[in-house]
């Protein structure tokens, strides 16, 4: 066995002791670290889609917080003002989210490329400014979660903290599962072949306009679910924080150029070293954002597949493999 | 080899990636003289041309023009010193006018003697559609100011790309007949063809390309077609 | 009563001439070089920042200042794009997005750190104050006029330097076909910086009306490039006399919203892009 194979090995044990760990977290770790796990998953689950779109769907997103804040103003709405169950009402912001993504769509795939970018911000802000019209969600000024809703995920600080992070567990597990079987399908493989070489996808036979629409709005559930999971955290809504450009879309898009954009290891790598420098560089506010920026500009310049595509210069094979074929046969 | 030579190409190969898609080719082009590249579909002989104008990948050797390196530099300094390439499928830019498309020649060119009257004198039908959108030429006519660009540009090389590439027989003829016209004037044309009866009727010496390397060089009469044919397919 | 309506779409046609100065140098970039720089809007911002340091700490007169600048502009333009956005433009549209949205956030947050949260505004004096009556209680600010007729000369000077030059022809040559223009000689890598310095000129003739018109801070670069965004897709891309019929749509949609509820200023003006949007995707006025 050679080196980069051990290492690749020893890689992949690690990523599946960590996802063992991170099942049982609650029994493990304590509060705090309960608490900032949740935010990792439910940032994970925004990478995840994020890289889904503009990794391999050409959908270059800059409005991905439009639907993280569409469903939590339909997560509160289900809960608190319909008094709907507060676990199905997840399921049903995730729906919603859906919902709006349909009229979304048709409008922005009218755009192309970097036009398409700016008309998802469009959508975005529309769709914020139109949540502060709505009274009864506490207009431009928001409003919070009613306590019942809150006990009603556990009486007990740490049983409901357990409650909520297992399932926003659950959630990135299923949209990290979700990203791979599509991946793996021939859908994945025409969006990869289209995104490595303009004539590849008329090649393998997948039709790339429905396979970008299927991406699209197979995103919006999970950025809607997500962002249910995440006003669960928040304890309130309100539309600049709900519909944050900056925490649901900026620093997601480049956890991912950081990470490794068009792979899946990318959005992993990338949310694992943003939470990790944020932890050791504490809360830089704007600096931040500067630092951040200055990388991800760096790493584009240095390597634009991001940190994993560094890594994958020492590395035989990716940590989770998509690739059917072994290597491209040159022509 | 004439004392009057303008490009000399000792030794060049072209790699894109670690495919080599010239080996070690060694031709040159004096003043005056019609040179015309043969070979098959990719035998590497566009490659050559934009090895020599400064557009391709990797390339090793040299080339000089005019016993100056020009391997290396921007194609725009290249151009300013002297040299024109008629690009294969013309790639005019449909969105100008005619006239604006043969200005760019002239732009980007030597500055020469050859100027929009001596184009009009060669190329009457141009200047009655010089207000037209390029796009909307025919394709004889596009070529046509393709040629009439690169000539404004008042090169002492002219690279010749393709030039019958898709035309009908009658309108390759006119142009072909222009060929000799242009070397009248002294410049030294570098012609690549497929057609290789009509590229070696106009020609004054030529080289045959196979598969990245020269497989025939010399003068047209005293090559047979049955040589020719040999080094064309390498059979 | 109908005079407040027509005092408000009349006042929309005059934010539309500012609304069409945004737009007219990200039209002209995203034409020619084939994307959109996201940090148009920051870099907006951040001129009318050095405007109000010039016209504060220098005491410069504001108009001077906006002419100091424009030359500054053009050689910050030239110098991203030949030295930032060349190395990554070209093979993927993609990695062109995210460094100018890099970029963005850069601006944006240095400018937070530099100056503050706090709206600026510079001072123009007179200008500011006189107005030109109309009758019938319609008045026209004296500023907001010559702020119409300068987007019209900035328009009419693009579509001249565009369809009238040398190098307006070889700005559309490159357009029309790299890899062409780069065969004959015509180096695209100097073309497009000297393409995105003018549309940097246009940033600082920009950044000097609005820096006088209305309060900016840090935060205020999106959006100005939002309403540039609407403002070229409105017009239809790649027309400079299209932009300022989108600015003017716009800048009425705006003012006319605004005038139901001030809240929906913002709102009026993007449901009308996106409504354009969904019945005409070609723009209201497109080229060809």
């Known amino acids: 066995m050679t080196a980069p194979t051990l290492t690749l090995n020893a890689l992949r044990a690690a990523f599946a002791v960590a996802l063992v760990v991170l099942a049982v977290a609650p029994f493990v770790f304590g509060a705090t670290e309960i608490v900032l796990l949740t935010e990792f998953m439910s940032m994970l689950v925004l990478a995840i889609m994020w890289n889904l779109l503009a990794g391999y769907a050409d959908i270059v997103t800059v409005g991905q917080h439009a639907f993280v804040g569409v469903g939590a103003y339909a997560f509160f709405g289900f809960a608190a003002l319909a008094n709907l169950d507060p676990y199905l009402s997840i399921p049903l912001a995730g729906i919603v989210a859906f919902v709006i993504a349909v009229p979304a769509m048709a409008l922005v795939f009218r755009l192309r490329t970097a036009y398409l970018a700016i008309g998802t911000w469009v959508v975005a802000e529309v769709l914020m400014l139109g949540a502060g019209k709505l009274e009864a969600f506490g207009g431009g000024s928001g409003t919070s979660l009613p306590i019942s809703i809150v006990l009603s995920f556990g009486h007990a600080r740490d049983d409901r903290l357990a409650a909520i992070y297992w399932l926003a567990f659950a959630l990135a597990a299923i949209a990290l599962a979700a990203a791979y079987f599509l991946l793996r399908s021939r859908i994945g493989i025409g969006l990869t072949a289209m995104r490595d070489n303009e004539e590849g996808a008329a090649a393998v036979g997948v039709n790339i306009t429905r396979a970008r629409i299927l991406c699209f709005l197979g995103a919006a559930p999970f950025l809607g679910m997500a962002g249910a999971i995440i006003t669960l955290q928040k304890l309130r809504i309100a539309p600049p924080a709900s519909f944050s450009i900056t925490d649901w879309t900026v620093f997601i898009i480049f956890n991912v150029v950081i990470g490794g954009i068009g792979s899946f290891e990318g959005p992993i790598i990338g949310t694992v070293v943003y939470f990790v420098l944020r932890q050791y560089l504490g809360e830089l506010g704007t600096w931040n954002l500067i630092l951040l920026g200055t990388f991800s500009i760096g790493i584009i310049l240095v390597e634009k597949r991001g940190l994993w595509g560094l890594c994958r210069r020492f590395l035989a094979d990716d940590l989770i493999p998509i690739a059917h074929k072994p290597a491209a046969p040159k022509t | ?235 | 009563m109908a005079g407040v309506w027509i005092n408000q779409i009349l006042q929309g046609i005059l934010l539309g001439g500012l609304y069409t100065m945004f737009a007219t140098g990200l039209s002209l970039s995203a034409g020619v070089m084939r994307f959109v720089n996201i940090a148009h809007g920051d870099f907006i911002v951040l001129a009318c920042f050095l405007l109000l340091i010039l016209t504060t700490s220098l005491g410069l007169n504001p108009i001077v200042a906006t002419l100091v600048i424009l030359p500054v502009a053009f050689a910050v333009g030239f110098g991203l794009q030949r030295f930032l956005l060349q190395r990554v433009v070209g093979e993927n549209v993609l990695l062109v997005i995210l460094v100018t949205f890099g970029l963005s956030i850069i601006i944006e947050n240095g400018l937070l750190e530099g100056f503050g949260a706090d709206p600026q505004k510079v001072a123009g004096g007179w200008m500011e104050t006189a107005t030109i009556g109309l009758g019938g209680g319609i008045n026209m600010g004296l500023f907001q006029v010559v702020t119409f007729v300068a987007a019209v000369a900035v328009v009419a000077a693009l579509d001249l330097v565009l369809y009238r030059t040398g190098i307006g022809a070889k700005i559309r040559a490159v357009s029309d076909d790299v890899a062409a223009a780069d065969l004959i000689g015509l180096s695209s890598v100097r073309i497009y910086a000297v393409a995105m310095g003018i549309s940097f000129v246009t940033i600082g003739i920009a950044a000097g009306f609005m820096s006088i018109w209305t309060d900016f801070d840090p935060a205020s670069g999106p959006t100005r490039l939002l309403i540039a965004f609407e403002v070229i897709v409105l017009g239809g891309l790649g027309s400079m006399w299209g932009s300022l019929m989108g600015g003017i749509v716009l800048g009425v949609a705006q003012s006319v919203g605004a005038q139901f509820d001030i809240a929906w200023q913002m709102l009026a003006g993007h449901l009308v892009f996106l409504i354009v949007l969904a019945v005409r995707p070609q723009g209201l006025f497109p080229k060809y």
């Open chain 2, 1 to 235: 080899m004439a004392t009057n030579e303008l490009l000399s190409v000792e030794g060049v190969s072209v790699f894109y990636d670690k495919f080599r898609a010239l080996d070690r080719i060694d031709i040159n082009v004096g003043a005056g003289e019609i040179v015309s590249i043969i070979g098959a579909n990719g035998a590497g002989k566009s490659t050559l041309l934009k090895a020599i104008i400064g557009q391709a990948g990797r390339v090793e050797g040299r080339i000089q023009f005019e016993g100056e390196n020009i391997l290396g530099r921007a194609t725009a300094d290249i151009v300013a010193a002297g040299m024109m390439l008629v690009p294969e499928g013309r790639r005019l830019f449909p969105s100008l006018t005619v006239e604006e498309n043969l200005r760019l020649g002239w732009a980007v060119g030597r500055k020469g003697e050859f100027g929009f009257a001596e184009l009009w004198r060669l190329f009457p039908a141009l200047e009655e559609r010089k207000r037209q959108k390029a796009g909307s030429l025919s394709g004889g006519q596009q070529q046509m100011v393709a040629l009439g660009r690169a000539l404004l540009a008042n090169p002492k090389l002219l690279l010749c790309d393709e030039i019958s590439l898709g035309l009908a027989p009658l309108v390759v003829n006119e142009l072909y007949a222009l060929i000799p016209r242009v070397k009248e004037r002294g410049i030294g044309i570098l012609i690549v063809e497929q057609d290789i009866e009509r590229s070696l009727a106009v020609a004054d010496r030529f080289y045959c390309l196979l598969e990245g390397r020269v497989s025939l060089a010399g003068h047209p009469r005293e090559a047979t077609r049955e040589m020719v044919m040999k080094h064309y397919f390498g059979l």
